[in-house]
């Protein structure tokens, strides 16, 4: 009888990655809810990493006809001491029951893994972003240098040796080049050799000779050089600053869209650089590098002085990240209070010190739940920062009371990608 | 002295074709069996989730409740909370049995006797296999299925499908025929046909339908109830089938997904009926090909050995009180009878005689297993050859479980000789998929008034159904049925204990 083995092990995989999507769809409510509750939990650099979720059954179980209750008769194995007519008290649970009507269907919450790309997408999804930015945060960059075959021209440090060795002795073989060991032979027959015979030798020699001499054993053309092709290759980290205010004034809603803010900021530093740190900078009217759990939860009161903030993101600057190798993104979020005699402190400071060595500055003016952003008054900051941008400085700046308003603040950043790096609109 | 099939751990696929025409050998000139043309599929641990979610078929049609499944699994295997099973075998012809490329060279000797020749005999050759499924078939089906399902997506749109799906997935395990119809299944005629037989049935049935509101004008034509009742082929308990054929607003594409479904579980009615008797018998086989091959010498003692550990592992029975136990392994209980089987038959005592005198001593241990893997479900299997022996070993015991008594749980019957019978009627009982499934069919259609279609669920025991979930699948019902739904559930006595009415959502009849 034929029998067929078959190694299906070489097939495509995930044959079932259609039917999750349909799942993960169909949940989309759901799991975006988990991964919104999920990553307000989470610390910003862990956006990234997917992870377990758990969410609900409702909606996504499999109902069927289902009986319950009743008289129950079961036949068990394993009597070690009742006989007949014995009557055993009920203890609740605990006595062999019925196999479950199907796994999945006795769990309320329902709980499975998202990968990595799973959770970023659904978080992006969440802050509604459009979906050429999506993309664009989606693409990975390869760069460095890469292998590009052989060129006839390059620096001697990149000469390939076996590819030139190669080259030659083909040529070599194609001309034939009379080889060492002939010339010796003759040399050795005429050494015993008599005349005439002798100078008919010596000319073959010559002969030999001359040609070994025409041909050279390595010639320019045979050379060939390794080639490489350079990508031009961005300097690979990045550093964050997150400046914060948080005075009083700073509600747990304008903290949140700030996160969210800087979460996204992350997000895309994090697919542009294979290496981002994040520096926290909170201020009231004194400003201290903090921690992320004390920047976003840590008490703090007093009056509001925005400068203390830039000076010290300035002092950071200059002893742990030159500009030369750190790419510096800042980006500050705050109700706009400002003391208005600090006002000429933070343009001299911006626009001397800060933005010169930065490659983004943003300022997010966080207003409360509900409110709309068109309707928020210009804040002190506001209008400062706005007569800073009008004499050119590059600030992206936009006021934001919702989350799905975050977005546009980097729509800028995303314009500017190509251009010239620096500049800003 | 034979050689040695294989050294060791390891196996490549010269191996396994060894291992297989070894294991042939055996089968057929020894145990007598019967089996389809073998395929054996090696597989890796994530093709293997990849099966599960499609209840173990290698092509089945898109729906999300399989990637729920899928996320399920993959959740609990990762965290180590399941193994994986070692193999899955598929009742079609050749009989695909993939093996996990995890498996040690004894493990898939084991697999292969079990699934390629214990699993593949009983497909052949079990009465309910022969009736119920095409395993000719089968897979060209599901090939169509899945291209079916695709077409109506891109025609109907995926959220359509979705609904269609989601209701007849819901009365899936009301979508089959009990009883053994006149011709027998054939899947490859099944979908050829499935245009033209749409067609024709659309017509015969508008007819049907177009007489129903010509109110004043009834009179002449007025459908008798037992007429009617005739006519819609009621009662019925097959709901998906009667849904199909009647079902006022259906689109013919959405009938053909209800043919779909229920088709798919009709292929699998057999196997819920034979948990015991087909895991029984291909333990029994697998049990028999390793000793024989450990006796010829082409097994070492060794992995000898490592195969008993794992045969141990599959049939361990927990006791009722053991954290472990949840309800009978049918592996357990179908490779004990087996043996007991063998052992009666060969080597009987008085007892035996007297409760099994046709089997008794017969001598052909094979020949009364065939007879019996051939024409017994796990029913009728328990109730005809659970032995009083067996009982003992067991120590099975009978309890009866009655809400209305306070004082507690009645042990009704235990393993002595007044208790032998009970004990197997009840296990037996335990098994019937009459008891399984509620009993609810289709008692009538409401013609003359809203088109109400009324159900009937007999409750047999005082066990009801459950209230949330039966809105649901009531819901789905309706919105499939496009009016009204009602179901009664009724006790012996024909007293009403509780009645569910549910409208059609308005969307989803739309599709």
Redesign the interface.
């Given at each position: 009888?034929?029998?067929?083995?078959?190694?299906?092990?070489l097939?495509p995989?995930?044959?079932?990655l259609?039917?999750?999507?349909?799942?993960?769809?169909?949940?989309k409510a759901l799991v975006q809810g988990a991964v919104k509750k999920s990553s307000q939990d989470r610390d910003i650099k862990d956006v990234l990493e997917g992870g377990?979720i758990s969410i609900p059954l409702d909606g996504?179980?499999?109902?069927?006809?289902?009986?319950?209750?009743?008289?129950?008769?079961?036949?068990?194995?394993?009597?070690?001491k009742?006989?007949?007519?014995?009557?055993?008290?009920?203890s609740g649970e605990g006595?062999?029951r019925?196999?479950a009507p199907g796994?999945?269907d006795s769990e309320d919450a329902?709980?499975?893994?998202l990968s990595r790309d799973e959770f970023v997408d659904l978080f992006l999804d969440d802050l509604e972003l459009p979906d050429l930015a999506k993309r664009r945060l989606a693409q990975t960059e390869t760069e460095g240098i890469e292998r590009a075959g052989y060129a006839t021209s390059g620096s001697p440090a990149n000469i390939s040796i076996s590819r030139t060795v190669r080259l030659a002795l083909a040529r070599r073989v194609a001309l034939r080049r009379p080889r060492p060991e002939t010339i010796a032979e003759l040399e050795a027959e005429i050494a015993e050799s008599e005349e005439p015979r002798r100078s008919e030798l010596i000319a073959e020699l010559e002969a030999l000779k001359a040609k070994a001499n025409r041909i050279p054993f390595i010639d320019p053309i045979d050379i060939r050089y390794r080639r490489f092709e350079t990508k031009p290759k961005p300097v690979a980290q990045a550093v964050m600053f997150c400046l914060m205010d948080v005075s009083g004034s700073m509600s747990e809603h304008m903290k949140d869209l700030a996160k969210r803010f800087y979460m996204l900021l992350y997000v895309f530093l994090k697919k542009r650089y294979r290496h981002v740190e994040i520096v926290f900078i909170r201020h009231t009217d004194r400003a201290e590098e903090v921690d992320e759990d004390t920047f976003f939860h840590g008490p703090a009161s007093g009056g509001t002085l925005v400068s203390s903030a830039l000076e010290a993101m300035h002092e950071i600057v200059r002893e742990r990240f030159r500009p030369a190798d750190w790419n510096i993104y800042a980006a500050q979020a705050s109700d706009g209070d400002n003391s208005t005699s600090d006002g000429e402190v933070v343009a001299r400071l911006l626009t001397d010190k800060i933005l010169p060595v930065c490659q983004f500055f943003a300022y997010l003016e966080v207003g409360d739940a509900g409110g709309h952003s068109f309707e928020m008054p210009d804040s002190s900051l506001w209008s400062l920062y706005e007569r800073l941008r009008g004499d050119g400085a590059p600030l992206s700046m936009r006021k934001v009371s919702d989350r799905s308003e975050i977005f546009p603040v980097f729509h800028d950043l995303f314009q500017r990608r190509g251009k010239s790096e620096k500049a800003a609109p | 002295m034979s050689e040695l099939l294989y050294h060791g751990a390891d196996w490549d696929f010269v191996t396994l074709q060894r291992i297989h025409d070894t294991c042939e050998e055996v089968a057929k000139s020894e145990l007598g069996l019967d089996v389809y043309p073998n395929q054996i599929e090696v597989i890796t641990a994530e093709q293997m989730l990849d099966a599960y979610a499609s209840v173990g078929m290698p092509l089945f049609y898109k729906h999300w409740s399989f990637g729920k499944h899928f996320a399920f699994h993959e959740a609990s295997y990762r965290k180590g909370l399941m193994g994986l099973a070692y193999e899955i075998v598929i009742n079609s012809s050749p009989c695909i049995s993939y093996l996990m490329e995890e498996n040690t060279a004894t493990m898939q000797t084991l697999v292969i006797a079990h699934a390629a020749f214990g699993h593949n005999h009983f497909f052949k050759n079990n009465y309910l296999f022969k009736q119920w499924t095409d395993a000719d078939g089968i897979l060209d089906y599901l090939e169509f299925a899945k291209s079916y399902v695709a077409q109506c997506e891109e025609r109907h749109g995926r959220l359509a499908v979705e609904h269609t799906l989601d209701a007849a997935h819901a009365l899936m395990s009301h979508g089959i025929d009990r009883y053994p119809g006149k011709k027998k299944l054939d899947l490859r005629e099944e979908e050829r046909r499935a245009g033209q037989r749409r067609a024709h049935e659309e017509a015969v049935f508008n007819d049907l339908w177009r007489t129903v509101p010509s109110g004043p004008a009834k009179s002449k034509t007025v459908l008798t109830a037992e007429r009617r009742r005739r006519l819609l082929g009621l009662p019925q308990e097959n709901l998906l089938y009667f849904l199909e054929k009647t079902a006022p607003r259906l689109q013919p594409w959405q009938r053909e997904l209800l043919r779909i479904v229920r088709h798919v579980a009709q292929y699998f009615y057999p196997q819920s009926q034979t948990k015991v008797m087909n895991e029984g018998t291909a333990t029994y086989v697998h049990y028999r090909i390793m000793s024989r091959l450990h006796e010829s010498g082409r097994i070492s003692d060794g992995n000898f050995l490592e195969f008993l550990q794992s045969h141990t592992n599959v049939v361990f029975q927990p006791e009722f009180d053991d954290p472990r136990f949840s309800g009978f392994n049918p592996y357990a209980l179908g490779f004990a009878m087996m043996q007991d089987i063998e052992r009666m038959v060969v080597n009987p005592d008085d007892e035996d005689r007297e409760w099994f005198p046709e089997i008794a001593g017969s001598g052909d241990a094979m020949g009364v297993l065939r007879d019996v893997w051939a024409n017994y479900r796990d029913e009728s299997f328990i109730g005809q050859f659970l032995s009083p022996r067996l009982i003992r070993q067991l120590r099975l015991f009978h309890l009866h479980d009655d809400p209305a008594e306070r004082a507690g749980i009645l042990v009704d019957a235990i393993h002595n000789e007044r208790g032998y019978r009970r004990i197997r009627r009840e296990l037996s009982r335990q098994y019937d998929v009459g008891y399984i499934d509620a009993n609810i069919e289709v008692v009538d259609v409401d013609l003359a008034g809203d088109c109400r279609l009324m159900l009937r669920h007999t409750v047999v025991k005082g066990s009801q159904l459950n209230e949330t979930d039966t809105k649901r699948v009531l819901q789905h019902l309706a919105d499939l049925w496009s009016y009204d739904v009602s179901l009664q559930e009724i006790d012996v006595h024909d007293k009403v204990l509780k009645e569910y009415m549910l409208h059609p959502r308005p969307l989803a009849a739309a599709a």
């Open positions: 009888m034929a029998i067929h083995i078959i190694d299906r092990r097939n995989g995930s044959k079932s259609e039917n999750r999507q349909r799942f993960l769809r169909r949940a377990e996504m179980d499999e109902p069927r006809f289902r009986r319950e209750g009743g008289t129950r008769d079961m036949v068990l194995p394993g009597n070690k009742f006989v007949e007519g014995d009557v055993l008290p009920r006595r062999g019925k196999s796994e999945g329902f709980r499975f893994v | -």
